[in-house]
């Protein structure tokens, strides 16, 4: 088996056929990990980490606690050194990618450096080193992944004008940074550089930041972003990105011009799928390049699967992961369910995190799912008012008639760890009135968890 591609979707699909005792090459141009650990979820959500601790400075006068320094902000007697954090997050990352290389070592996984290509339907070529190398395969896993999107008029230099890979080569704090583009990665940016003291303006080309997640907790993030002194430009269109030196400027599509001193552009991502013979063998691809797969990650070509980004399907390690696993499951007559994308428990790492899974609050409001629900605001929670959490809400969603729970949003801080019961309580099924009776450690977060539980099983959602 050859594998195309060291991320997620790569390395666990590896794992998983070694395990079984087929003989596995792994093919990646940079280290195994891929960008998922070498510049994308390691780095990004390290750098989070540093951040929250800022938050949580940012706070400490609520609880009552005070520094020695002059200022009445605590945050402001905290130096940021980011070229520290970010020399922070390359370690981390070089020993996450030295982890994964020991396991798939032991695991007797062969690791080729190189770039590959199919050559056909029942091999690969891989240029390593200056020359090229043919490995016969009778199951090919193609786990390429995704480029940053660039705009036409906004070419990134890695200095002033940056994509999301390219943040952590700065070692200063930027005066003033621009995110272009309000989703996932570029609220959690925005976030993550307002905490650690950086001004930012948030350019969205929508009414509300994070337009793909639950509107109830996208409002509650954009009122915090703007109450903490963040400018969210709504409804605005990047068309361009000059740089003056030391300096940048946002054209919009109104004709206003925003300056600072750097710019992120968040704009998307385009897949690695080009020039890697997928359609010289016959492999199927969308009108924006992406492989097309079922739901046991098969191409339309026997033998040859997909995982990860480069399928479209969701852009979640957690996914590709699993895209991987189930990959490999079928291809070896394991027994096997397909990739059911209404079981997957997402987070958006924001101060507060945004964390769901399941029948979101779009899917009730168009009718296309019946459903009853209840909001239960973080706030009146008593570890929440230990703590001095003023936002966030649990919501949780339940079928009218059986009452099985089939949905859920969590908005606090550490909602990711939060979503667990939620995510397996969609996948089990169960009923709000059994849910309810679980016990939760008082005073705690997931207490608000529990009593949404009770009040939809009371009838009252």
Known sequence: MVIIGGGPGGYEAAMVAAGYGVDVVLVE?????????????????????????????????????????????????????????????????????????????????????????????????????????RFEADLILVATGTTPRELPGAPCDGERILNWKQLYGLSERPEHLIVVGSGVTGAEFASAY??????????????????????????????????????????????????????????????????????????????????????????????????????????????????????????????????????????????????????????????????????????VDSGEVEARSVTVPLPRNPRAKMQGITDGFVKLFCRPATGNIIGGVVVAPHASELIHPVSIAVAERIPVDAFQHDFTVYPSISGSVSEAARLLAGGLG
């Open 29 to 133: 141009r940079l280290r195994v990990g891929g960008a998922a650990v070498l510049t994308d979820c390691v780095p990004s959500k390290t750098l989070i980490a540093t951040a929250e601790l800022m938050e949580m400075i940012r706070r400490a006068p609520e609880l009552g606690l005070r520094t020695r320094g002059s200022s009445a902000r605590p945050e402001e007697d905290v130096e940021v050194d980011l070229g520290a954090v970010n020399a922070r997050v390359g370690r981390l990352a070089a020993a996450q990618c030295d982890d994964i290389a020991a396991r798939l070592d032991q695991m007797g996984v062969s690791v080729v450096t190189g770039t590959a290509r199919l050559a056909g339907s029942g091999a690969v070529e891989v240029t390593t080193g200056g020359e090229v190398r």
């Open 194 to 363: 307002d905490s650690l003291g950086c001004k930012v303006t948030l350019v969205s080309s929508r009414d509300q930041v994070l337009p793909g997640e639950d509107p109830d907790a996208a409002a509650v993030l954009q009122r915090v972003f703007e109450e903490r002194g963040m400018t969210v430009l709504s409804r605005s269109r990047a068309v361009s990105v000059t740089r003056r030196t030391d300096a940048v400027e946002v054209g919009l599509s109104d004709g206003r011009i925003v300056a600072g001193s750097h710019c992120l552009m968040a704009v998307g991502s385009e897949p690695n799928t080009t020039g890697i013979g997928l359609k010289e063998a016959g492999v199927g691809l969308d009108d924006r390049g992406r492989i097309r797969v079922d739901g046991v990650s098969r191409t339309s070509v026997p033998g040859i699967y997909a995982a990860g980004d480069c399928t479209g399907v969701l852009a979640l390690a957690s996914v590709a992961a699993m895209q991987g696993r189930i990959a490999i499951w079928h291809a070896l007559g394991r027994a096997v369910q397909p990739l059911d994308l209404r079981l997957v428990a997402s987070n958006v790492f924001t101060s507060p995190e945004i964390a769901t899974v399941g029948v979101g609050q779009r899917s």
